[in-house]
């Protein structure tokens, strides 16, 4: 009764999204499902929408994806964050078309090692593209989970992930297991809410310990969060022919592998100084004049971020490269939030 309930209430409810087919019973191509699946971990729907219709234009499939470079890869996504996401998937398709004719594996074992592939995804791959009777776990699953059977833990350990796991594979026996697993998916994202669920509207109350207890906003428990704090200088050099000069980001503990401003770490930022760590990228010489223009903070990750931001304008017009960057272009290459703000602070305040 309670599969029939979901079930019901999903294809009645269901929200139209770029990477749903219109018919909820239709196969899928593996492809799309792997990059919508990737770019919604850790980033919101409404967010995730404009990059998946922007990826599958240039990037249709595994084979164009596999023959792009990893700077017009990374290029695509900015805004997402999570750059070690865009990386595992350019590896994953050069390793699909070299091993599997560009197709993804029958064995889950095989999905799963490819890079950046975990059981969720892989579970996601075979459910919703092959339609096979595969469990899936992601946050909203562990949510309703909890919820359900009162489960005061989080998959934590082994022992913890084998019993969010098992309660996976419950849901998802039988022939309509993709209709499942999506349903939940959905119902975790609109209903079973992490702060004010919509409980009244839920085709599972009755089942619902935590409902029936009114004490669904204590489940499941509450990640600890541990944050780093992380202070340092961000660098905009502007050429003499008003260009912006820009570097792929690896010294970093985040942002690692995106195209964005010089940064780096620097405790002692609010000296008046030149930083011997900017003449990494220009020289004392090339110099025309700079300044400090105050700081800026930010959040990634669990990184708590704070910013001094130098401006330097060079004496020396830009070079050909794909480091210099147009004004008129800066909020499409540099389109991450703290580059923006950086940008807005030195170019804008």
């Known amino acids: 009764m309670k599969l029939n309930s979901l079930v019901q209430w999903f294809l009645k409810q269901r929200a139209s999204l770029p990477w749903r087919p219109e018919d909820p019973h239709a196969k899928r191509d593996p492809y799309a499902v792997w990059i919508s699946e990737v770019m919604l971990q850790q980033t919101q729907v409404e967010t995730v929408k404009k990059h998946y219709i922007a990826w599958l234009k240039d990037f249709p499939t595994v084979y164009d994806l596999a023959q792009a470079d990893e700077e017009n890869v990374l290029l695509h996504w900015q805004g997402l ?85 098992d ?106 100084g030149f930083p011997g760590k900017a003449e990494r990228w220009i020289t004392p010489e090339s110099i025309e004049e700079y300044h400090w223009c105050g700081a800026i903070k930010h959040a990634i990750t669990k990184y708590k971020i704070e910013c001094q931001v130098l401006y330097i304008r060079s004496k020396d017009k830009s070079k050909k490269s794909s480091h210099w960057v147009a004004r008129a272009n800066i909020k499409q290459a540099f389109a991450n939030s703290l580059n923006l703000k950086a940008l807005h602070k030195a170019l804008e305040d």
């Open 81 to 165: 964050g999570y750059y070690s996401r865009a990386k595992n998937l350019h590896k994953a398709a050069k390793i699909l078309i070299e091993k599997y004719n560009g197709d993804f594996p029958k064995n889950r074992s095989e999905i799963e090692a490819l890079p950046g592939i975990g059981k969720y995804t892989a579970g996601a791959i075979l459910s919703m593209a092959r339609h096979e009777s595969e469990p899936i776990l992601d946050g909203n699953l562990i949510r309703i989970f909890s919820r359900l059977h009162l489960w005061n833990f989080l998959p934590t350990s082994k022992p913890e992930q084998d019993i969010y796991w």
């Open 167 to 272: 309660e996976a594979r419950t849901w998802s026996q039988g022939k309509n297991a993709y209709i499942i697993n999506e349903a939940l998916m959905e119902m975790g994202r609109t209903l079973c809410k992490p702060q004010n669920p919509l409980c009244p509207n839920c085709p599972l109350q009755q089942e619902c310990k935590a409902t029936s207890e009114n004490c669904s906003s204590q489940y499941p428990p509450r990640k600890k969060s541990i944050q780093e704090t992380w202070h340092g200088v961000i660098v905009i050099i502007e050429s003499a022919d008003g260009k912006i000069f820009s570097v792929q980001e690896e010294d970093t503990p985040f942002l690692k592998g995106q195209r964005g401003l010089p940064l780096f770490e620097f405790s002692k930022a609010h000296g008046k």
